[in-house]
Nanobody
């Protein structure tokens, strides 16, 4: 069982930055994938970025060059640094975990562990 708790959401203006954090319980598996998803009302939850035990990362095309995912193993914390934010980044952001390596594209159905979400609002 993996427990995830997000923090760091808030409201910023276009062009601003936020850093999301996701504290997770210790993962005993030697292989796992940690990811950030986001969802707006009425739309599917979409994968934003992921990182796995190899250190490999993936990003959705819409956030490449603006968002950076990282993991601090000593603190059991996953981060998402979001720069140059746009109004279309407004969403509820969730961190998620699964007990095998990441794919090129992350699918909601493949993740069994989720945080409660943190809201990000970007105003124009």
């Amino acid at each position: 069982q993996v427990h995830l708790v997000e923090s760091g959401g808030g409201s910023v203006q276009t062009g601003g930055s936020l850093r999301l954090s996701c504290r997770f319980s210790r993962v005993s598996n030697s292989n796992y994938c940690l990811a950030w998803f986001r969802q707006v009302p009425g739309k599917e939850r979409e994968g934003v970025s992921s990182i796995d035990t190899s250190g490999g990362t993936t990003y959705a095309d819409s956030v490449k060059g603006r968002f950076t995912i990282s993991e601090d193993n000593a603190k059991n914390t996953l981060y998402l640094q979001m720069d140059s934010l746009k109004p279309e980044d407004t969403a509820m952001y969730y961190c998620a975990a699964r007990m095998w390596r990441c794919s090129r594209y992350q699918k909601r159905a493949e993740f069994g562990y989720w945080g409660q979400g943190t809201q990000v609002t970007v105003s124009s």
